[in-house]
């Protein structure tokens, strides 16, 4: 009976299966839209259950756990929460804006996921069906184009508020972004050299085939992280909603759905950048280790199978953000923007020189896209990687926190504590 | 398809015009920076219904996610952002010369219009290919290099000049 199944979703289609009509294709594209949809609302409310529990492992408490079992229901209860409080509209804002700017952070989230491909070909009786909502040819760039309008909602919140903290909030936003979008871009360069394409599917095939390109391209890996950390606004990088400095930054003077639109945006974000990650440096759907996952034949149970890699290398990246934000603190304003301009982006610029010159190297060589072809680059990175922190950063960006402290200078600062009035007597 | 594209061109073309016109007559700079926003959205669109789907990506990317978002910062750092009574037009002078480069702009679309008698024709719909950058980056990088390896210069000399101007006022 089991067994039967098993066989039945690994039914093989005919790898010669004709393009799909333009009437099959308009109804997939429907199908898929509401899945895609749908699969990242329920996802969304389930990980600000899923951050709250992992902030609350991480710090030794329980979260929530008073909704439904072990709390699972508490997203439910928000969302119904937020629905029937109150909306207020702070007298100074300006109205139309300040009912448009939520909706402008949101649209662009749910468009970005539109391109990315989550599962190999599904084979069905009417053709061929690809596993993307819009499998566009230029595929990544879309991405960027798109990602690049969700400061706008941020930044029109914040002006709209007519409140100083919410204008610092928006105006820190649209810097910060503006600022590491260029490193965000430039980090991938290296990857659509290597690929040679911008569509996304090729960009996989070439992971498949050769190497992830977590191993290939460290270094862009590296600041793409980084770059996407700060496009999502996330810890550390959350300073156009600091709390300790603008209370709730951009969107203070939100109440209710508005304000749970700006925080299903920030999620929704986390989740495209995580499964752009994924698809970037991680192989997307691919299943390591073999190549039968990128061939025809295909059939539903690789499309499942694929599918669920996918979803699993998703999830590892969405604990990572979460992860992250509760063993880095935020930086400085001025950290950040010297992290962006002076570090980031001359490294991103380096870098694709270096790599650069290593594919025209290999390609005069011979070498051909395979294992050699992956081992070499991977050797580069390590060096590359650890000339980077090893050398040229030497523990100043990676620990921000415990930024090393010269002996003298640790005088100085004790000498200054014991100057202070509030000192104790008699001192530690 | 070749109809759908062509409704959608001249669809997007009547929104890109009339957000153009809002721009240009709102008080509000904020309101304004967003209809041009606007604009540059659908210029996008038309390249996109012209096959240009690589055109249409940067310029989404490059006016309306960066250039715009830099000049509504601009806006907010000045706090110009609410509706303001100056306005570029004042006195019987500059409204005539005003009314005159209208005029001027008329008469060229005019004999423009004549000149052609139909609006340029929607390219042929391509086969898309997989590599839609390589028709724009190898003449580019061939044929146009020179071209384009001068406006970096260009470009250079732009932030050399940016940059000192924002030092002197440091210091």
Redesign the interface.
Known sequence: MTWSLVLGLLQVADPQAPPVSTSVFVIATVIKMIIVFTVLMVGVALLTLAERKISAWIQDRHGPNRVGWHGLLQPAADGVKNIMKEETYPDAAYKPLFIMAPALAFIPAMLTFAVIPFASPLPTSKGLIEMVVAPLPIGFLYILAIASLGVYGIVLAGWSSNNKYSLLGGLRSSAQMVSYEISMGLSTVAVLLVAGNVALNDIIWQQATTVWNFFGLTVAFIIFLIAAFAETNRLPFDLPEAESELIAGYHMEYSAMKFSLFFIAEYSNMVTASALLVTLFFGGWDIPFTLWDNLAPWSIGKTLLTGLFFAVKVLFFLFFYMWIRWTLPRFRYDQLMSLGWRVLLPVALVYIVIIAGTLLILDLLGIRPGALYGLILGILNLVLAGVLFLILDSGRIISPASGRVEADQLRRLRAMRSRSPLAAPGGD | MGLFYTFHFYLFGVIAIISAVAFVTRR?P??AA?WL?NTMFCL?ALYVMMDA??I???Q??VY???IM??F??VV??LNL??ASDVTDIVGGKTKLAAGLVGLLLLAEVFVLWKDDGAPAPVPAQQE??????DQVAAPLFREYLLAFEITSVLLLAAIVGAVVLAKRRVT
């Open positions: 509000s904020v309101a967003l926003v996008a789907q690589f249409g990506a940067i989404v990317l309306a996610g960066a978002v830099v509504l910062f907010m750092l952002g609410h898309l290919e997989p590599g839609v950058i």
